[in-house]
């Protein structure tokens, strides 16, 4: 099928106007994360006692889904994007509300509910839909001093964030809390309100670390490690070792028989042992492009909501993806925090899914309306005209 530049279809104008170097790249990566958990999944599903390639299966479901909800949404107008981000937004509000009540409680935790046979996060799905609200509220408030754009954008971020806390989700908090903050610097807000937000950031920390007996334990672990304690994050590290540059090849590591979540926090680690570190280097090439890419579009972009919104999105993606890989090194403590895309998952892959297809759909290249408008009719005067009169 071949389409025209003069094609006015849906599909033609899409394929014209969306970033087609954007679009392959993220494709390349839904394609790696549909080879990669074929050599972590099948160890960690045998522990557990499912079929060998449970966690392949379903990863190869839920990225074919992401991708779909991807262009889909990467259709969608800057209107249609704000009215989805405000029903999901709430919808997930009221879901992480739930949870609270009913949802599953692992590792004192509570932060999933099941849906339909399935265990869903709602905190992911709540992610983008507040970065666009967010980024609405203060471009608003950069243009209208009418409407209390900021005012808007603050709620949303604290009725996001103490539903966080309630659950508790010390990463996903710290996560939003970041992306706030770059947010609210970009839109031009004063220095101090970006303070104020850093300093209730690492009180929370704080808070976190004499209340949550889990947190404190990573954070001991990483800051004052044991000899011998061969915690998950030591295996991972040595992973890089053992797989040197080249890896020892695909279905031959062993260190991930070890690692309890080898198909999701540390699949980073996985491919270090089996692919080596050319190929966690190029994996870390194409996020950097794929970020790059987004804010290289966003410096382009007139408009205060796309700019915001597509920098918040891919702040989100990009923070995640590099705490993912930082736990792997031993940079930070563990954080649970998976790689888009690339770490098994339902929630996070959809909702990762929703977010890039908002950026696609924000970078689209507009027409300028302007360009094709006619000129002002102005009358020749020189020109006679003759009219009709009565004989």
């Known amino acids: 099928m071949q389409l025209a530049r003069n094609d006015r279809s849906l599909l033609a104008t899409w394929w014209f106007t969306v970033d087609r170097g954007l679009l392959s790249a993220l494709l390349l990566l839904a394609g790696i994360g549909l080879l990669l958990p074929l050599a972590a999944s099948p160890a960690i599903a045998v522990k557990k006692g499912l079929p060998a390639f449970y966690f392949v299966e379903r990863q190869v479901v839920f990225v074919s889904l992401a991708m779909a909800v991807m262009l889909v949404v990467s259709t ?26 009913v949802g599953d409680e692992i590792n004192g935790a509570k932060r999933w509910v099941r849906v339909a046979g399935f265990s869903m996060q709602p905190s992911e799905f709540a992610k983008p839909a507040f970065v666009i609200l967010a980024a609405f509220g203060l471009g608003e408030a950069q243009g209208r001093r009418d409407m209390p754009g900021l005012g808007m954008a603050v709620l949303a971020y604290l009725a996001l964030v103490m539903l966080l806390v309630q659950q508790p989700d010390v990463g996903q908090t710290l996560l939003v809390t970041l992306v706030w903050g770059a947010m609210l610097i970009m839109a031009g807000q004063p220095l101090s309100l970006a303070a104020i937000v850093a300093a209730a950031g690492a009180m929370g920390m704080v808070t976190a670390y004499f209340t949550l007996p889990y947190v404190r334990l990573r954070f001991d672990r990483f800051w004052n490690p044991t000899p011998g304690d061969n915690s998950q994050v030591d295996r991972a590290i040595q992973s890089f070792v053992e797989g040197g540059f080249f890896g020892r090849g695909p279905g031959e590591g062993t260190i991930k028989t070890q690692l309890a979540d080898a198909h999701t926090d540390f699949i980073f680690a996985v491919v270090a042992e089996e692919y080596g570190v050319l190929a966690c280097l190029c994996l870390v090439a194409l996020f950097g492009f794929i970020l790059l890419r987004v804010f290289a579009r966003s410096l382009d972009e007139s408009d205060p909501f796309r700019r915001l919104a597509v920098t918040g999105l891919a702040l989100v993606f990009g923070i995640q993806a590099f705490i993912n890989m930082a736990v792997n090194v031993g940079l930070v403590p563990p954080k649970g925090i998976t790689l888009p895309l690339v770490s098994a998952g339902g929630s996070s892959t959809v909702a990762v899914g929703i977010a890039l297809g908002m950026i696609l759909a924000l970078t689209r290249r507009r027409t300028d309306v302007a360009r094709f408008a006619l000129p002002p009719f102005r009358p020749n005067r020189d020109v006679y005209i003759p009219t009709q009169t009565g004989v």
């Open 76 to 101: 969608f107008g800057a209107r249609a994007i704000r009215r989805l981000a405000l029903a999901l937004f709430l919808v997930m509000l009221a879901a992480m509300a739930a949870v609270l009540v």
